[in-house]
């Protein structure tokens, strides 16, 4: 099979890496983080087959084998995220999310090739796909807290909102027993022109207003900002100007860096 493009550039970059000293791979990968060696190496793993599903999902479509060529290269730092959390924390994933399914897919004790399995699934559009049953490739797992979502950009934000307002409701104000856990964290994540969208802001200022007036929202809303959308650039710093707004907190990372991350 003839390498594609993206897979060239990605070895080309690669080989144009010097190794540093050797390092114990117990300690943090540099100072100031608390990623070792051993855990970098397990991601980067998980950030792999999410490549590889990127290009065996072209593969497929080549064949007439596959439906999906929707990929998360470039954002596997995602991965990061995933290892952020726990996998008891909901989480409404994009289409863009390959590496921290694959990651929570481990992190839940799961072998890599159940994770990448379910995705297979997904870009063949089996019947036997335990999410959809065939019928859209997403992310999603109910032992994984992976809540399945369209591709329909933004329309997952009011939902994450209402998530993690469910979490802390049924903790504190009504007692109940939730589906997740009393201290579960709900993590939504986005593209840059997602932010745009009317469902999206409805979601941030639905958010925003709540924790003005003192309502906990246990959200991390997660924009994965590759500076354009389809064929619209994003303006350069619209993604922080437009997410500071009060009552949330925002901080950016590089989200190729996994230590950063
Ligand atoms: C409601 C809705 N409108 C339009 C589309 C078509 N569409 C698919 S991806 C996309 C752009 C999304 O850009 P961004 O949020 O930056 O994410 P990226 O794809 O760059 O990761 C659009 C408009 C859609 N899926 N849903």
Same mark, same amino acid.
């Not at 080309?12 to 943090?28: E, I, N, W």
């Given at each position: 099979?003839?390498?594609?493009?993206?897979?060239?550039?990605?070895?080309?970059?690669?080989?144009?890496?010097?190794?540093? &000293?050797?390092?114990? &791979?117990?300690?943090?990968?540099?100072?100031?983080?608390?990623?070792?060696?051993?855990?970098?190496?397990?991601?980067?793993?998980?950030?792999?087959?999410?490549? =590889? =599903? *990127?290009?065996?999902?072209?593969w497929l479509k080549?064949r007439?084998e596959g439906?999906?060529?929707?990929?998360?290269?470039?954002?596997?730092?995602?991965?990061?995220? %995933?290892?952020?959390?726990?996998?008891?924390?909901?989480?409404?994933?994009?289409?863009?999310?390959?590496?921290?399914?694959?990651?929570?897919?481990?992190?839940?004790?799961?072998?890599?090739?159940?994770?990448?399995?379910?995705?297979?699934?997904?870009l063949?559009?089996?019947?036997?796909?335990?999410?959809?049953?065939?019928?859209?490739?997403?992310?999603?797992? &109910?032992?994984?807290?992976?809540?399945?979502?369209?591709?329909?950009?933004?329309?997952?934000?009011?939902?994450?909102?209402?998530?993690?307002?469910?979490?802390?409701?049924?903790?504190?104000?009504?007692?109940?027993?939730?589906?997740?856990?009393?201290? %579960?964290?709900?993590?939504?994540?986005?593209? *840059?022109?997602?932010?745009?969208?009317?469902?999206?802001?409805?979601?941030?200022?639905?958010?925003?207003?709540?924790?003005?007036?003192?309502?906990?929202?246990? =959200?991390?809303?997660?924009?994965?900002?590759?500076?354009?959308?389809?064929?619209?650039?994003? &303006?350069?710093?619209?993604?922080? %100007?437009?997410?500071?707004?009060?009552?949330?907190?925002?901080? %950016?990372?590089?989200?190729?860096?996994?230590?950063?991350?």
């Amino acid at each position: 099979m003839a390498r594609d493009t993206v897979e060239t550039h990605f070895t080309q970059a690669v080989a144009t890496l010097k190794a540093g &000293p050797a390092r114990d &791979p117990g300690l943090p990968v540099r100072e100031g983080s608390s990623l070792t060696g051993e855990q970098c190496m397990q991601l980067f793993r998980r950030q792999l087959d999410s490549r =590889l =599903l *990127d290009i065996a999902a072209r593969w497929l479509k080549e064949r007439d084998e596959g439906y999906y060529t929707i990929g998360s290269a470039g954002h596997e730092g995602n991965a990061a995220v %995933a290892a952020a959390l726990r996998p008891t924390d909901p989480a409404l994933l994009h289409y863009r999310s390959g590496a921290f399914y694959l990651t929570r897919s481990e992190q839940a004790g799961r072998l890599p090739e159940q994770g990448i399995r379910d995705v297979l699934m997904g870009l063949a559009a089996a019947a036997d796909e335990p999410i959809a049953g065939g019928r859209h490739k997403v992310f999603g797992h &109910p032992d994984l807290a992976v809540i399945p979502q369209t591709s329909t950009i933004a329309s997952h934000l009011p939902r994450s909102v209402g998530v993690a307002f469910a979490i802390e409701r049924a903790a504190a104000a009504i007692g109940e027993q939730a589906r997740w856990p009393a201290d %579960a964290v709900a993590v939504c994540s986005f593209g *840059d022109a997602s932010i745009n969208h009317a469902s999206a802001l409805s979601g941030f200022n639905t958010a925003s207003y709540a924790t003005y007036q003192g309502q906990a929202l246990p =959200l991390l809303f997660v924009c994965e900002d590759n500076g354009i959308g389809i064929s619209v650039r994003t &303006p350069k710093g619209w993604v922080e %100007a437009a997410l500071r707004r009060p009552g949330i907190e925002y901080f %950016a990372a590089d989200g190729c860096d996994l230590a950063a991350a």
